[in-house]
């Protein structure tokens, strides 16, 4: 039996509702019990979990983990600890192996820096607290998947971050994704799409592509016979051609999650943490403070973000 924590995100933004929405939708899992971070104001939305689950409500992760994990077992931690904190004590939880998997609801960049002043987002808190040099997030849905080359950095900073060794290692990071997909998607190529207009048009509107074309080139086997690319970015996420690659490869945040939020909007797509030693999913969309308390958001990226946690603690990964 595992435990998966979960951590519901700023309590006054919509994380609370989605996690207790999403846990109602999904019930019980054969094999695993969840362990909730939350604080004493969405106690309203958990209480309507009583007949899904076997309640237990404590104050503390040290007491939360004393309590044998069962089927059927839903373990509040109650507390009011800053958010971010949740985050970081999950993440220790896993790494000592407490804590099989991570599922964080959203957090505030605001709240975040509050409490962790060097970090800009659960990637900075994970990073920190996990001594991994790099992680890379990807973003899971039913149409396509996206590995983010860069994240949280300006735009006129992406060129000089697009370093031979971060382009291998997000397209290693996505022929490793790859693997959990269906055994369709597992058979196309990644899909590596270039920075500029026309993907550099031969150097004329920039010459980073002619760089990446060397790196792609350069690549070991059997990754290199896994890429295709640099691909021209304003064609690349046509409907076709989500049927033609298994993940896309983008070279900055924006450039990959505009076409994957597009498509699969606020009810669907999970991110995942690439590179850590443990788990880590979350959703995909931020705290919607102007719509907390109304009862109307949408769990289900909440729902993906858990089944595809359960899907990879299973594989091990």
């Given at each position: 039996m595992r435990k998966i924590a979960l951590t519901t995100g700023d309590p006054?933004?919509?994380?609370p509702e989605v996690t207790a929405k999403a846990l109602?939708?999904?019930?019980p899992q054969d094999g695993f019990s969840f362990l909730v971070f939350r604080d004493s104001s969405s106690s309203a939305l958990f209480q309507k979990l009583r007949r899904s689950f076997q309640r237990v409500v404590c104050s503390s992760l040290p007491e939360a983990l004393e309590l044998p994990a069962r089927a059927g077992r839903?373990?509040?931690?109650?507390?009011e600890a800053p958010a971010p904190r949740w985050v970081s004590d999950a993440a220790t939880s896993c790494l000592r192996g407490d804590v099989s998997g991570l599922v964080t609801g959203p957090l505030s960049k605001t709240l975040i820096q509050s409490v962790f002043p060097s970090d800009l987002g659960h990637t900075e808190i994970l990073q920190r607290v996990s001594g991994v040099g790099t992680i890379y997030q990807g973003y899971l849905g039913a149409k396509f998947c996206v590995v983010l080359t860069t994240a949280h950095l300006p735009l006129k900073d992406v060129p000089a971050h697009l370093t031979k060794s971060r382009i291998e290692g997000a397209l290693r990071q996505a022929f490793h994704l790859r693997e959990v997909l269906s055994p369709q998607k597992r058979r196309r190529p990644?899909?590596?799409?270039?920075?500029?207009?026309?993907?550099?048009?031969?150097?004329?509107?920039?010459?980073?592509?002619?760089?990446?074309?060397?790196i792609l080139a350069r690549l070991p086997n059997p990754l290199r016979h896994s890429v295709l690319g640099p691909l021209v970015p304003?064609?690349?996420?046509?409907?076709?051609?989500?049927?033609r690659y298994s993940v896309y490869?983008?070279?900055?945040?924006?450039?990959?999650?505009?076409?994957?939020?597009?498509?699969?909007?606020?009810?669907?797509?999970?991110q995942v943490s690439l590179g850590l030693p443990f788990v880590r999913t979350s959703?995909?969309?931020?705290?919607?403070?102007?719509?907390?308390?109304?009862?109307?958001?949408?769990?289900?990226?909440?729902?993906?973000?858990?089944?595809?946690?359960?899907?990879?603690?299973?594989?091990?990964?």
């Open positions: 006054d933004g919509i994380g109602r939708r999904l019930g839903l373990i509040e931690i109650v507390n990644l899909a590596f799409v270039g920075l500029n207009p026309h993907a550099g048009e031969g150097g004329l509107l920039g010459r980073e592509e002619l760089s990446f074309r060397q304003d064609a690349a996420f046509n409907p076709d051609d989500w049927r490869v983008v070279c900055y945040h924006d450039q990959g999650l505009i076409p994957f939020k597009m498509v699969h909007g606020r009810s669907s797509g999970a959703v995909d969309h931020g705290t919607a403070k102007e719509i907390a308390g109304r009862g109307i958001a949408d769990p289900g990226s909440m729902v993906d973000a858990i089944q595809w946690c359960l899907k990879l603690t299973k594989r091990g990964q």
